[in-house]
């Protein structure tokens, strides 16, 4: 397209749109510009098309993500080039039911009756992986287990019993396409008995009473890359369920979940650790060693820190498992007092009470200062017992 207009705004949804409906508002798009129902008019296949390309971002939760965050460039080369309306039947098809936009209005793929059979891609299964905070950092190999639908071994997944011959199917009378009414509309569509074949199974398996697919157990070790975080999913390509027509198979997503750590907090690539220090140690100064996911790290406290203060250890947090970027360690220390003095240690800070109040301190003179003018905003003259103002008067 020569322009370039906003996604959501093409697909007429909010940007806080789930994805049933950005569904739904492609349908509609879709049933709105189709050829078959503007033969003439010649924008309607760009309009179609235009929705077909948001919709393809905004359906897909990688791709919406970097749409979001860095417009059209972060999507440029990842979308489909149809080549025609045809193309787009085949890959989106399935949002109108087992029959797809040809069959929803009587042209289009054609599936039996000697035409181009549609296939789909298998079913996505799931798998949930929790990681300690190192794994997730460093990245790691996990072993995963999880179920999923394959070819049944006895019929190699045709469904019927050996020896047996497929019929034609009774529904449909072998075309693979059916005609429903209602009034005056007429839609054909993609025969629900033997799901566009025109054939039916004659004897089914005794296996996999005339399904095709038997479960499955799968084992496997992944590679989980470096930086990933709480919500993530690691993709394993076509590791899902077998195509139920010849299509690729799915694919299975391992979901992440990271636990929490006793030590550090996570905000996106940079680690939090908070760090307790003596009242000494703020005072004069020190050298104190601090965790880090490699190791110990020396850090140098000045004299005079105060609690609260935040130290940035440069390069010790989380690798971005997207752009390589490493984030850094935030050291927030805080004056720990202790809850238990030995005799001397009573003395001595009761000697440093004592030293404290005959030289105040800058900052409590400052604010002793603002506390008397607070409870006595107009002292009155030592002399003669009246306020400055009287006096002027």
């Known amino acids: 397209m020569a322009t370039q207009t906003c996604y959501y705004e093409v697909l007429k949804v909010e940007r806080t749109a789930t994805k049933q409906q950005v569904d739904r508002a492609y349908r509609k798009l879709a049933i709105k510009y189709h050829p078959d129902s503007n033969r003439d008019d010649d924008s309607a296949t760009a309009k179609f098309k235009e929705a077909t390309e948001a919709y393809e971002v905004l359906s897909d939760a990688n791709k919406r993500a970097r749409y979001d965050q860095y417009g059209h460039a972060g999507v440029e080369g990842a979308t489909q080039q149809y080549g025609d309306v045809e193309d787009i039947f085949e890959a989106f098809g399935d949002l109108f039911g087992g029959g797809g936009f040809g069959d929803f209005f009587g042209g289009g793929s054609r599936r039996g009756g000697g035409g181009r059979r549609r296939v789909r891609r298998g079913a996505d299964v799931r798998c949930d992986v929790t990681l300690s905070l190192e794994e997730a950092a460093r990245g790691c190999h996990k072993d995963i287990v999880f179920r999923r639908r394959v070819s049944c071994d006895t019929c190699d997944g045709t469904g019927a019993a050996a020896g047996s011959e497929p ?8 075309q693979g396409q059916v005609i429903q009414s209602a009034g005056i509309l007429r839609v054909q569509t993609t025969c629900p008995t033997c799901k566009g074949a025109g054939k039916q199974i004659g004897e089914p398996c005794g296996k996999c009473r005339g399904t095709g697919t038997q479960n499955e157990k799968a084992e496997m070790n992944v590679e989980i890359p470096a930086g990933v975080d709480d919500g993530m999913r690691v993709r394993l390509q076509g590791e899902g369920e077998p195509s139920p027509d010849g299509g690729p198979n799915g694919d299975c997503y391992c979901f992440i979940s990271v636990k929490e750590h006793n030590l550090f907090k996570r905000e996106g690539q940079h680690l939090i650790l908070q760090m307790p220090i003596s009242y000494a140690q703020a005072a004069l100064g020190a050298e104190i060693n601090v965790p880090t996911l490699d190791g110990p790290h020396e850090l140098t406290v000045p004299a005079g820190t105060p609690t609260g203060h935040v130290f940035t250890v440069r390069g010790q947090g ?13 050291v927030q220390v805080f004056i720990e007092v202790p809850k238990k003095l030995n005799d001397k240690q009573q003395k001595l800070l009761r000697e440093l009470a004592d030293l404290d109040h005959d030289s105040v301190l800058p900052e409590r003179t400052s604010f002793l200062d603002k506390l008397r003018h607070f409870f006595d905003p107009e002292p009155e003259d030592a002399n003669t017992g009246s306020t400055d103002t009287e006096k002027d008067s």
Request: hydrophobic letters at 30%; aromatic letters at 0%; a neutral charge.
């Open 318 to 330: 989380i690798v971005d498992p997207r752009s390589g970027r490493t984030g850094d360690l935030l």
């Open 167 to 174: 019929v034609t199917c009774t529904m449909c009378g072998g």
